[in-house]
């Protein structure tokens, strides 16, 4: 290979082949690199795009990094189905395959523990929003006939908002402790921010969980005995995933799911 190594994961060597001609990032096919016992999962991709100053520009485009984080997750999600793979960050570039070995040889104790620690598990996320209709239906606003009245009327509104948002962290505090009880491992994460995802509603639960992919269906099952449990509230439920919230502890620099810059030589 000629061009750059762009690294998606770190895992043991496949049990299964890959999807055939799958593609990643700049439509380059998904290749394996294996040393010490691990596999690292890369693409060849130019320099005109992916050396350091082209990277940090592109990484400012908001489209073309969109498109970049769709075709990393692809690979991902091609790995996860025949394989436990340790993501790393998007844009981890190498110089060559040198550099890869280097960085499998600098972090191999760390990606072999966590590895051995994620094997034969999956995350799982679920989101617990309050609707907008919920919120707007709890603050009825008849026209007030006097200022005395106009406060009353919001202190009224004040006080069933208040009452809802309460339910709504009640339930999504009793769903986290009924999963994290099933679950091998849990990750509370902060609050979707909506003008970011474009998600309707206020969003109270914003949670990840580990679980052996053999127990998958028992827990889609438990999430969705939930989801009708009080009206206004919707839960949503993704994955099966890469364990990407678990396996941030493993290694300094390569930790997912940042966005960041890292071609490098070696180390």
């Known amino acids: 290979m000629t061009g750059l190594r762009y690294v998606y994961a770190v895992c043991r060597p496949l049990g299964a082949p890959l999807q055939a001609q799958l593609t990643g990032v700049a439509g380059a096919p998904a290749k394996l690199l294996h040393h010490h016992g691990l ?22 485009d908001l489209d073309w990094l969109a498109a970049t984080a ?18 790393l960050r998007l844009a981890t570039v190498f110089h060559d395959d040198s550099g ?13 523990r966590t ?35 106009y406060l009353r009327q919001r202190r009224q509104q004040t006080r069933a908002h208040e009452s809802l948002w309460q339910k709504a962290e009640r339930f999504a505090a009793h769903l986290h402790e009924t999963l994290s009880a099933f679950a091998e491992d849990s990750r509370l994460h902060a ?3 909506a003008a970011l995802s474009g998600a309707s509603g206020k969003n109270v639960l914003n949670a990840a969980y580990l679980v052996p992919r053999t127990h ?15 009206p206004g509230l919707r839960v949503e439920l993704t994955g099966p995933w890469a364990a990407y919230s678990f396996a941030q502890d493993t290694d ?15 180390e």
């Open 252 to 266: 300094r620099e390569d930790t997912p799911p940042s966005v960041g810059v890292s071609v490098k030589e070696g």
């Open 191 to 193: 609050p979707q921010n």
């Open 115 to 149: 590895l051995e620690r994620l094997e034969g598990r999956v995350e799982w996320g679920v989101k617990v929003f309050l609707e907008e209709e919920a919120r707007e239906s709890a603050e009825p606003a008849p026209k007030a006939t006097s200022g005395r009245d």
């Open 39 to 60: 596999v690292a999962v890369l693409s060849e991709v130019p320099e005109r795009d992916f050396a350091e100053e082209p990277l940090r520009a592109h990484l400012e």
């Open 100 to 112: 890869v070995r280097s960085m499998i040889e600098a972090r191999e104790e760390h990606f072999l």
């Open 216 to 230: 998958s269906e028992e827990f889609v099952e438990l999430v969705d005995r939930t989801k009708d449990d009080v």
């Open 70 to 87: 769709r075709a990393h997750q692809g690979v991902i999600d091609a790995l996860t189905a025949v394989v436990t793979p340790l993501p």
